[in-house]
Structures are given as structure tokens and as C-alpha cells.
């Protein structure tokens, strides 16, 4: 279907399908839940995943971005991540701090996951209810964010255009706001690495949030009961009611973080369903006829769904919110690339929040050289298009011969790359390789290799696991 559009049409779906094809909900306001025995409730639940392709086309974003413009923004995260990792200064935005001076005044849930296309991101969401009575809410997953927010009315400073009604705090008899002097102020430093402000005007306290893109929201710390089924909620659930909220959030009403904090809703929910998620990021690009369906699960219980192959999570003291593995080697066609084992000796992040793996230079020439060595035989080379620059003539569907690509992690874990994980078809008849180099010492594990496999978060017992064939 998609080989039927204009060039830069599909250039454009591609990439979006791309930038998160990472980190949910149904297109009506009620969540369904896989949860048929009720004695699963203990253990969890496990909502269901899909791709934009399953979305309605009433909710379709008319965003102006090019695919270009998503390779800068992806290249911007890199960088804001390689940043901090060098002891540099943080992402800083001017109009974080204007905005806040105006503002002064043990058991398993799965949700539905869905591809943010429809809502104009990249990445995936899920449908949430907030509030007493609950109303319900497109938010982006991201493991790499620590506080959830989203955008509240008054919208004192500036609130984008978002599909579902914007959440006003007045008509939920549940909400209520931190006041400057309370612990969970405090946390903000640790969680979004910005200090926190305080309403002169009453005393609450107000967070500021800001990301790799320069994209940025600020508003008041709060509270109030969050339903993530019919029969499951959290009557305590703390986030951000953003006031000013501007960039590259699409349609989306806000943000759910999954990092490692204390303040993300991981740890909100972990006392009730355990220290562990897990998800499957779906994706029709090689398949047009499959279900784009996938799930995100909250809880313990998804550990042991599948087959998993365990890697040590790792902590790193610059970020330690972010999941860090060891990479350790990479094959192509089951041989290792000719590469000095100190080149690994690199951060490593997994992050659903970028799009293309980026690997250091010495790692990702031994790995496009051996790439080359064996699809030149049948394919010919081809101009490389922006960050993508290994790229040969014909479309993914037609390649037959496309060599296998391992990542492999200490312990043994692996992602072993298929066609659609390790190519993108950037137009008709040009298809490229989905990884770039960075001339930073950092590798990271970007959301289009993650696609299809299950990928298991157990932070309580710090390790990450991958099992191939998690979507269904």
C-alpha cells in the first residue's frame, strides 16, 4: 500500500512509522483488557498493542514534518544523551524558565499499545483515565522519561492542539496539587533534572520538564486517581498538570515515563504489581496482512509469559534512571565483525524514545563492511539518505538474501535481527540500513530493532531479557 504514495508522502509515513512503529489504547475511551479470570487480577493484566495502521483515519495528524526533520530531532536526542552521559550541561530551554515565572501565580497490568501516528507522533501511547469521575487520555510511553504529565486546563501559558478534550483538574473530585515544602517536590531535581519552582500565589510547587528535542512542559506537581482498566486503578498517582507544553508531542495529551525513578509510573504501581514491565513494539512494514497488534505490560507476572534470554541491567551514576545494558559483540550471518573488544567498552542504552541504533564509528564500519560484503553480491549500492548512509536498490519485501544481524549482550542475550529490523525502505526501490554511527563513545538501542521482539524490564532484579516473536 505504502509503495503506491508520492515519494515524499511516503518518505514522511515511513519515518513516522519509524520513530516509534517505540517509548496505547483503544480508539474509544475504554481500555480493553485481556482479563478473563478474575484471579489474574492478582497477578496483573495485559493489555493489548497496535499499530497505526489499526487506527481510525478520523484521528490521522496532519503534521508538516518530513522524514528529514525526524532524523534531525532523533539526532538531537542522541546528542542531549551524550551530553549528560560527558558531564556537560543538561537540555536547557529558555522558555522553561519564562513559562515557570508566569506559573508563580505484585500483580500484572497490560494496556493496549498503538502507534502515536494517528495523534502526529512517533511513538506509542496508551488511553488512560485520570480524575474522579475518570476521563480518558492519549499518552506517549517513553522509558526514558521519569515524570508523567499532562496538559491541564487553564492552559495558563500554552497548551497544543491534542485529540481528546483537554483534562481539567476542577471537575475531578480527586485532584489536588504539592505544595512547594513536600517530599515529593523535592524529587523533581532527580527526576527531571530541573530544579522545581514555587507559586508565589499559593504555595504550589511547579516542575518543568524538558527533553532532547528542546520539546518542553511546565506546570503544577499533582495528584489524583489514575484508571488504567474498568476494574483497575491507583488512588494516588502523581504527575505533572502541564500549563505550557510545546513541541514535538503531536496530538498527544502528555507523557507516561517508565524510567527508573522513583517519581516514573513504574515505581507508582510497582507496590501493587511489581518492579517489572515488559512490551512488543508491533510492525506491518514486512508484515501487511498481520493484526499491528503488540501490549505493554506492568508487572511481574510478564516475566514469565515467554522464553526470555536475560542480560544484567546496568546503572550508570550520570543518568541512573535510564536501562544500561553491555553489548559485547555483534555478528553478521553468525560471524563476528572484525572489531577490538575494548569498542564495546561504551554506554549502552536502550531507549524507546530513538528511533535508529546508533553505534560508535569503529563498531558500525566493521559492521556495515561485513553488511556490504554480502548484500553487494545481489543487490546494487545506492546514495545513502541523510544518517542512513548504506543503502542498495529494491524494496525489503524483494530481498530475499539479507544477512542476520546479532546484538549480543552479556549473559548471552541477543536481538537477532531480521529484515525488518535491521532495513527501511526509505522510498520505492530504495532500501536502507537502520543503523547509523555516532562519533560518540555511546552506543544506543534504538525502538525500529526492537520491533517484534518482547522485551522484558525486570527491575527489581536488575535485568533486561528479550524473547523474539512477542507480538501477536
Known sequence: MLQKLPSEVYKMTIFWFLVFSAHLATAS???????????????????????????????????????????KKDEERVRSLHSIL?????????????????LKGPNLLTTPLKSGLSIGSGNYYVKIGLGTP???????????????????????????????PIFTPSTSKTYKRFPCSSPQCSSLKASTLNAP?????????????????????????S????????????????????????????RAAGIIGLANDKLSMLAQLSKKYGNAFSYCLPTSFSQPN?????????????????????????????IPSLYFLGLTTITVAGKPIEVSASSYNVPTIIDSGTVITRLPEAIYNALQESFVKI?????????????????FRGSVKGM????????????????????????????????CLALAPTANPISIIGNYQQQTFMVAYDVANSKIGFAAGGCK
Open 29 to 71: 475511551s475504554v481500555v480493553e483488557v485481556q482479563d478473563k479470570d478474575p484471579r489474574q487480577k492478582k497477578e496483573g493484566m495485559q493489555l493489548k498493542l497496535y499499530h497505526v495502521k489499526g487506527l481510525e483515519s478520523s484521528l490521522t495528524s496532519t503534521s508538516p514534518f518530513s522524514f528529514s526533520d525526524m532524523i
Open 86 to 102: 560527558a558531564n556537560k550541561e543538561g537540555v536547557s530551554n529558555s522558555a522553561t524558565t519564562a513559562s515557570s515565572d508566569k
Open 134 to 164: 475518570a476521563k480518558y487520555f492519549s499518552m506517549i510511553v517513553d522509558t526514558g522519561s521519569s515524570l508523567s504529565w499532562l496538559q491541564c486546563q487553564p492552559c495558563l501559558i500554552y497548551c497544543h492542539e491534542q485529540v481528546d
Open 197 to 221: 519552582s514555587c507559586s508565589n500565589a499559593t504555595g504550589a510547587c511547579v516542575y518543568k520538564a524538558s527533553y532532547g528535542d528542546n520539546s518542553f512542559s511546565n506546570g503544577y506537581l
Open 223 to 250: 495528584q489524583d486517581f489514575l484508571t488504567l482498566s474498568p476494574s483497575e486503578g491507583s488512588s494516588a498517582f502523581i504527575y505533572g498538570c502541564g500549563q505550557d507544553n510545546q513541541g514535538l508531542f503531536g
Open 290 to 318: 498481520s493484526s499491528l497488534s503488540g501490549s505493554l505490560s506492568i508487572g511481574t507476572s510478564s516475566l514469565t509469559s515467554l522464553p526470555y534470554k536475560f542480560t544484567p541491567l546496568l546503572k550508570n551514576p550520570k
Open 375 to 391: 548484500m553487494s553480491k545481489k543487490y546494487a549500492q545506492a546514495p545513502g539518505f541523510s544518517i542512513l548512509d548504506t543503502c
Open 400 to 431: 530475499a538474501t539479507v544477512p542476520e544481524i546479532q546484538l549480543v549482550f552479556r549473559g548471552g542475550a541477543a536481538l537477532a535481527l531480521q529484515a525488518h529490523n535491521s532495513l527501511i525502505e526509505i522510498e520505492k526501490g530504495l532500501t
